[in-house]
């Protein structure tokens, strides 16, 4: 199971396998606090890609379909995902940015599922 949470929010046992999945380390936030497993920075959007989208909703939808692209280029850190979960059964994909609805963790999970 994957599961989605930012990563100002407190830690819990419940969040299994905590993975990073932001290029950028989160403002703030000290190692000890983050308690991730693994970052996978490489998995982030491109440099480009995120300058580009800017956050903007009104991208969303391009954002996606750019993003999905540089993904099917790194199935290798999805498969460490995937290798993951099966070790551990519940994988958290840890994100920074404030909203919840467009980034990148939403899709990277939907593309696991």
């Known amino acids: ?44 959007p491109s ?16 954002f996606k379909k750019r993003y999905l ?3 099917d280029k790194n199935k290798n850190l999805i498969n460490t ?3 993951a979960e099966k070790q551990h059964k519940t994988v958290t994909l840890l994100y920074a940015v404030r909203d919840e609805e467009h980034n990148e963790a939403v899709i990277i999970a939907d593309a696991l599922d």
């Open 81 to 83: 995902l995937r290798e």
């Open 47 to 62: 440099t480009e890609l995120r300058k580009w989208f800017g956050h903007d909703p009104e991208k969303w939808a391009e």
């Open 1 to 44: 199971m994957f599961k989605i949470k930012r990563i100002y929010q407190p830690y819990s046992q419940e969040d299994g396998y905590r993975v990073l999945v932001d290029r950028l380390w989160p403002r703030g936030v000290s190692k000890e606090k983050a308690r991730i497993d693994l970052w996978l920075k490489d998995l982030a």
């Open 69 to 71: 692209a540089e993904l």
